[in-house]
């Protein structure tokens, strides 16, 4: 990737078990270097990446993906200008150059910290330039821990939207799970891959925004905002069969709470629904791809949720909104 020819350092924008994300100012792409756990791949990273881009030929997904560059290896030439624009202690690694998703702007953040912050560390949090980097993760499986000690930090990168801040901010929770249930039901059913460790994050978009690509705004703010799918390196393979099922629903419990479930501790009522708003979605989108035969793969995949659930959540228990058990 061409970069310009002035002083602008890397700076770092995230890190992950598979490696680091690297930007410079002002510019449309990321650099994300393999030197996270061994294991982990970014050839992998790219190869499902493309995969998942590859089998929306319509442009029908609901949510973005990032465009996917080339990867270069430790000795390519581009590191001769790449490395003196990194801190001193970096060394040229192999590195997968992709669309760069954008920040969320100063306007939210400043909602997100005044909402959700603890005052005594509002200031510190302002400051921080690793809070300029922010995303906003999609928990709808997942509400927040009541009661308890208030943080001692509060970090904004990936920062982890749970459900009821979702409903809170006036988000229509309900039409982005509608499209988490489409883009499940394509990604299993289309592109034939289990999904494993991806993650889902609101952020502005891009350009071009397709007719499918739903926006969200926050209440009181100007900024439109899509969903982003991202970080495909622990992505498999998935065979349409049973077994593939299998692998699909252990992904899905190892994966953060981006879809609703059927049943967690602490859930309400509330959630009982959304799990089953989400379950007709991805049977009415999973009936638009299959046959009626392999449609019994997706009924499947549904049942194997329900029952993990169950078995994970023996003795759990359910709430109403009052909190009454």
């Not at 760069?100 to 912050?117: D, F, H, K, S």
């Not at 809170?168 to 990604?187: N, P, V």
């Not at 509330?270 to 009936?287: G, H, I, N």
């Amino acid at each position: 990737m061409e970069i310009q020819q002035n002083n602008t350092k890397f700076r770092c924008i995230g890190s992950g078990c598979c490696g680091s994300v690297w930007a410079l100012k002002n510019t449309p792409w990321v650099v994300k270097c393999e030197d996270g756990n061994q294991g982990r791949s970014i050839l992998n990273d790219q190869v499902m990446h493309r995969k998942v881009l590859a089998s929306d030929t319509t442009s029908s997904l609901p949510v973005r993906i990032p465009k996917s560059f080339r990867i270069i290896g430790a000795d390519h030439d581009c590191w001769r200008d790449y490395l003196p624009r990194f801190p001193p202690d970096r060394t040229a690694c192999k590195a997968y150059f992709q669309e760069r998703i954008p920040a969320v702007p100063l306007e939210i953040r400043e909602l997100l910290i005044a909402q959700y912050c603890p005052e005594a560390i509002q200031a510190t949090t302002r400051a921080s330039d690793v809070n300029q980097d922010c995303l906003m993760r999609l928990y709808t499986g997942k509400r927040r821990r009541e009661g308890g000690a208030p943080p001692s930090f509060f970090n904004l990168r990936n920062y982890g939207l749970h459900i009821e801040q979702m409903q809170h901010l006036g988000l229509d929770a309900r039409a982005i799970i509608k499209a988490l249930a489409h883009t499940l039901a394509h990604c299993y059913w289309r592109a034939h891959v289990d999904l494993n460790d991806v993650e889902f994050v609101l952020a502005p978009p891009t350009e071009p925004l397709h007719n499918s690509t739903p926006t969200f705004r926050i209440s009181g703010t100007e900024q439109d905002l899509v969903i982003w799918m991202l970080d495909y390196d622990c992505v498999r393979d998935m065979p349409m069969t049973c077994e593939g099922v299998q692998q699909a629903v252990k992904a899905f419990y190892q994966n953060d709470a981006y879809f609703p479930r059927p049943h967690f501790f602490g859930h309400i009522k509330q959630d009982v629904d959304l799990w089953t708003m989400f379950k007709a979605e991805f049977l009415r989108a999973s009936s638009e791809i299959l046959n009626k035969q392999d449609f019994e793969l997706a009924e499947l995949w549904v049942e194997m949720v329900e029952d993990e659930g169950r078995r994970r959540n023996v003795g759990c228990w359910c709430r109403d909104e009052l909190g009454e058990t």
